[in-house]
């Protein structure tokens, strides 16, 4: 397996403008995450899907945030209308339930992004 | 709600020094910690897992220790050496399967 594939790796846009952050995780993992990484906060969960379900969305700093699971080997992040304040570094990670305490997270590479 | 603390926030090392990162968490409920690796501008590469039922877990020149029920984790690195400098993160797993971070710790290992 290739394993978690985010893209874009780096997306600049402007303020106001709609971007969407895409991620394909590991095939056979049924929980995936999102993850927001900045130096003021560190990495910080957004929202995790099971099952293509969402689960947990209280990460969500605004409705300006939106995530969506349309099938097991796809997700996406949107932001609309971005804002400066976005910036930052977006994680998809990807792990099984069934591994039980051998759970093990696999993140992807991240997506950098820069709203000016 | 779980916490996650990673003491220190920065070290700087001597090639060759052997060191020891500290995590410690508020929950021992946990199913596992695990300890990830960052390089600047890179993604978060997984080092060692310890399961709760676990006490160490030893990779080349890592180990990692676990006390679940003090909430303390420690990643040891012996020998340090340049290419060892890095974010050092943990992570710890409950039964919701989701990661809980702590903040790292940055490490410089200079020549």
């Known amino acids: 397996d290739a394993g978690v594939i985010q893209s874009p790796r780096h997306e600049v846009t402007e303020m106001g403008q709609e971007v969407t952050l895409r991620c394909k995780p590991i095939?056979?993992?049924?929980?995936l995450f999102w993850y927001r990484q900045t130096m003021m906060r560190g990495l910080e969960l957004l929202i995790y899907?099971?099952?293509?379900?969402?689960?947990?969305d209280s990460g969500m700093p605004e409705d300006r945030f939106s995530a969506k699971m349309p099938n097991a080997s796809f997700s996406t992040l949107k932001i609309q209308p971005s804002e400066p304040r976005d910036s930052a570094v977006y994680f998809c990670?990807?792990?099984?339930?069934?591994?039980?305490?051998?759970?093990?997270?696999?993140f992807g590479q991240g997506t950098r992004l820069t709203v000016v | 709600k779980q916490e996650v603390t990673q003491i220190p926030a920065a070290l700087s090392v001597p090639e060759g020094e052997n060191l020891v990162l500290n995590c410690s968490f508020t929950?021992?409920?946990?199913?596992?910690l695990q300890w990830f690796r960052q390089d600047p501008g890179k993604g978060l590469t997984s080092l060692l897992l310890i399961q709760s039922s676990q006490r160490e877990q030893t990779s080349g020149r890592l180990n990692a220790s676990l006390d679940k029920s003090s909430g303390r984790s420690t990643l040891y690195i012996a020998a340090s050496q340049p290419g060892d400098s890095a974010t050092y993160l943990c992570?710890?797993?409950?039964?919701?399967?989701?990661?809980?971070f702590g903040r790292g710790t940055s490490l410089i290992v200079h020549p």
């Open positions: 990670a990807s792990t099984t339930g069934a591994g039980g305490m051998n759970t093990e997270a696999f």
């Open positions: 899907f099971n099952n293509n379900v969402p689960i947990d």
């Open positions: 992570a710890v797993t409950g039964g919701s399967y989701i990661p809980t």
């Open positions: 929950d021992s409920a946990i199913y596992n």
């Open positions: 095939s056979g993992h049924d929980y």
